[in-house]
């Protein structure tokens, strides 16, 4: 009797604990009556029939999910390759259409992203990939994968498509390296000679200076000379209007003086040469 | 007692035999003696005869993924290409899917074949280069037809709805690849040697019009230092004049002797005739 009665206990507290279901915020609890999807609970304490009249299964509506195809080669519009990583987030918007639609939901969601990538990218350059397009490549293949996505019910709502790296294959790594150094060689030579340019116009500038500078020296020195010139000639003149004679004698005399005291007097009498000084 | 405690046992396992649930995402197939007899689409508790009378078969009716294994395949313009396609396809007509194939495996294998071979169909009546281009006359890479024509095959022959065939990725054969990697090599040292020669271009336009600036600079100054020079010449030559105008006779004598000092200066040679007054000079008159 006791035996029997612990066995019934234990029998109904199973029962009854099958029947509670606690349902986290964000999560759903899809109801199953003999297998027929009965109704929906959301956040709370609730309850159903005992297993096997009913079951319950919990779906994560809150969490963003990932999905990591890994990295595939592309080949763009202008027939170059790209190595490409995405990574896709998604979460499921409609717990029953999930739960109904599809039997392998990351793969397939995988497999859309990626044909709808790929037919992208044939349309693309390899340039603008690698550039200001990868903005544009996101945008579009969310939009056109979740296009594709609603025609089959799946439940599943597409949150980003993030293109995480997207690179030549490394075959030709260098090739493109290549080019962004030869990119910042071009701004080199420019500066090298915007450089030049700058030292050679201030020099420049210096030696135009030095030139009308040594013009206006000249034109003083012979401004002075030649005031210096006439005040002499005056002062003579008035010596020669007083004695003109002995004056013109005494200039003459000074200045065969001063030649005979620097340069070499040579004697000519008749055929004979006779060197006087040195 | 007994006996009625029996039959009741008895009713209530072949009551328990015959009731059966069929899940939302499961079609079933009841089989008597191992033929099918009824098509249970709908979710729920469900009646049947005992075993072995009745049989239920259960297959997933939900939307399936087929990966379709990676094929060669080539162009209108011979150009050889590695697609990989997936479908998605679920099973329409549960009792023709058993009868041709019954087993989910064999249907991927017939499908994927199937797959393989229209879409190497389709692909080789395009070129590769209305597959790639950045131009707008892309077309899709699948014709429109191809679903349709699958479909009606899946159909027909498996009792399946397929609800989309797609490529998954489109690439090239290994050997292939490395014509490709040439090609992008090549194009890229034709952008690095642009990008090079114009900064060699845009640095020596740069030294051009720095030189010619310098030329102008200098240019100009020599023309102001002449300038300078030849008013400072005119006005020293006004100024000598003035000197001339006064007395030009004295101011010539005044000018040669001048210019005699200048010329003989060290190392000239100064040659005296006996009979000049400069001799008479030197011997002070003493004849």
């Not at chain 1, 008035?238 to 004697?267: D, M, N």
């Amino acid at each position: 009797m006791n035996i029997k009665g612990a066995i019934g206990a234990t029998a109904l507290l199973a029962i009854m604990s099958s029947s509670l279901v606690t349902v986290d915020s964000g999560d759903v609890a899809v109801i199953y009556r003999f297998g027929a999807i009965d109704r929906t609970l959301t956040s709370g304490l609730g309850i159903h029939a005992p297993w096997p009249i009913e079951h319950h299964e919990i779906v994560d509506v809150s969490e963003v999910r990932r999905a990591d195809p890994g990295q595939i080669r592309m080949l763009t519009g202008d027939t170059n390759l790209v190595d490409i990583e995405l990574v896709i987030q998604y979460s499921v918007a409609d717990p029953m259409a999930y739960q109904l639609g599809l039997a392998d939901g990351e793969a397939t969601l995988i497999g859309v992203v990626l044909s709808v990538t790929k037919d992208i990218i044939a349309t693309m350059t390899v340039d603008s990939l690698l550039t200001t397009g990868r903005a544009q490549l996101q945008q579009d293949t969310e939009t056109a994968a979740q296009r594709v996505l609603d025609q089959y019910a799946t439940g599943l709502r597409i949150d980003a498509v993030e293109v995480r790296e997207i690179r030549p294959p490394p075959a030709v790594l260098d090739a493109f390296k290549d080019v962004s150094s030869a990119r910042g060689d071009q701004e080199t030579f420019a500066l090298a000679a915007e450089g030049y340019a700058s030292k050679r116009l201030p020099e420049v500038r210096g030696m135009a200076a030095e030139r009308t500078e040594s013009a206006k020296a000249y034109s003083a020195g012979r401004t002075a000379h030649a005031s210096g010139d006439v005040a002499r000639f005056a002062s003579l003149l008035q010596a020669k209007q007083a004695a003109p004679e002995s004056t013109r004698t005494q200039l003459w005399a000074e200045a065969i003086e001063r030649v005979g005291q620097t340069a070499e007097v040579h004697v000519l009498r008749g055929e004979t040469e006779i060197v006087l000084n040195k | 007692m007994r006996r009625s405690l029996s039959i009741g046992l008895l009713a209530a396992f072949a009551l328990a035999g015959s009731v059966y649930t069929v899940d939302a995402r499961e079609v079933a197939v009841v089989l008597f003696f191992g033929k099918p007899v009824e098509t249970v689409t709908e979710p729920g508790l469900k009646m049947r005869l005992p075993w072995p009378l009745h049989q239920v078969v259960r297959f997933d009716k939900r939307a399936q993924l087929l990966m379709v294994e990676p094929a060669e395949v080539l162009t209108r313009d011979k150009k050889n290409l590695v697609v990989e396609a997936f479908l998605l396809w679920r099973i329409n007509d549960a009792e023709r899917f058993l009868e041709a194939v019954g087993d989910p495996d064999v249907a991927r294998t017939q499908l994927s074949d199937l797959v393989v071979s229209r879409i190497a169909a389709a692909l080789g009546n395009r070129d590769f280069s209305e597959l790639m281009t950045t131009e707008d006359t892309q077309v899709a890479m699948l014709p429109a037809d191809l679903l349709p024509g699958i479909a009606a095959v899946g159909s027909k022959r498996l009792g399946i709805e397929v609800l989309d065939v797609r490529l998954r990725q489109i690439g090239l054969p290994l050997q292939n690849e490395q014509s490709i990697y040439e090609r992008m090599r090549a194009e890229r040292s034709r952008i690095a040697n642009a990008y090079r020669s114009e900064g060699e271009e845009r640095a020596s336009a740069i030294r051009a019009e720095a030189d010619r600036k310098a030329a102008e600079i200098l240019a100009g100054a020599d023309k102001e230092a002449m300038g300078i020079r030849a008013r400072a010449d005119g006005a020293a030559a006004k100024v000598y004049a003035q000197a001339y105008s006064e007395d030009p006779e004295f101011y010539l004598f005044m000018r040669k002797l001048q210019t005699a000092e200048t010329l003989l200066d060290e190392g000239s040679v100064l040659v005296v005739d006996s009979n000049g007054p400069l001799f008479d000079a030197l011997t002070g008159g003493a004849k």
